[in-house]
């Protein structure tokens, strides 16, 4: 089956952790992309990358970081900086051709004990 | 910033009535929007896309644009229970990432 998977599915964080979150997709796409999403909010973009070894800040880096050495992976890493890490992690990828949109994963939700 | 308004809902709409769903932009070298679909708890799912001016349909959906007036809508004829969701509304920035408005809640009663 071809698709974007997530691990895990809850996250917990204790104070001052480092957590990373998994993204892997066998499709194929290029690109890929992490979202966070509050309550009641839509998607707000975190980061992303077109291509492997590359990256770019989204509109709320802030307190996360990212590697793409295979392009199969998009790991997320939610940092002890970012203070307010509780909410639904979504993972994206998108192929290269014309008229392409974007598929997500299932999610991980994380909360802080 | 380049941004999407969409009403919060809930819409509500009785089973096999017609629900329209809409959404404004304000960047208007968009060309790309998309519709998702998000069950609660679920990640969101793409319902329809839409480039040109006009309608476009597809089985019970019709996505609608008018880049003139930065206008998208999206209508769901013959509404079914299942169809309760929210529905996400977003356009291409131009650099392949989109930006996503907060979604409206739609709610089919039986």
């Known amino acids: 089956d071809g698709g974007i998977t997530q691990s895990p599915k809850y996250l917990f964080r204790k104070e001052g952790q480092n957590v990373t979150l998994s993204c892997e997709q066998n499709l194929n796409h290029d690109a890929m992309y992490w979202y966070r999403q509050d309550p009641g909010q839509g998607l707000r973009l975190i980061y992303y990358?077109?291509?492997?070894?590359?990256?770019q800040k989204g509109d709320i880096a802030e307190g996360y970081s990212v590697s793409r050495e295979k392009k199969e992976s998009f790991p997320l890493t939610v940092t002890s900086a970012q203070k307010n890490p509780t909410a639904f992690y979504l993972c994206?990828?998108?192929?290269?051709?014309?008229?392409?949109?974007?598929?997500f994963g299932p999610g991980t939700r994380l909360l802080v004990l | 910033q380049k941004e999407v308004e969409q009403n919060s809902g809930p819409l509500s709409v009785p089973e096999g009535a017609i629900a329209s769903l809409n959404c404004t932009y304000s960047?208007?070298?968009?060309?790309?929007f998309f519709w998702y679909r998000q069950y609660s708890g679920k990640s969101p799912e793409l319902i329809m896309f839409i480039y040109s001016n006009g309608d476009k349909e597809d089985g019970r959906f019709t996505a609608q644009l008018n880049k003139a007036s930065q206008y998208v809508s999206l209508l769901i004829r013959d509404s079914q229970p299942s169809d309760s969701a929210t529905y996400l509304c977003?356009?291409?920035?131009?650099?392949?990432?989109?930006?996503f408005g907060k979604g409206t809640m739609l709610l089919v009663s039986p």
């Open positions: 990358s077109q291509i492997v070894n590359d990256f």
């Open positions: 960047d208007r070298g968009s060309q790309s």
């Open positions: 977003a356009f291409e920035r131009g650099d392949s990432t989109l930006t």
């Open positions: 994206a990828s998108m192929g290269g051709g014309p008229q392409e949109t974007q598929y």
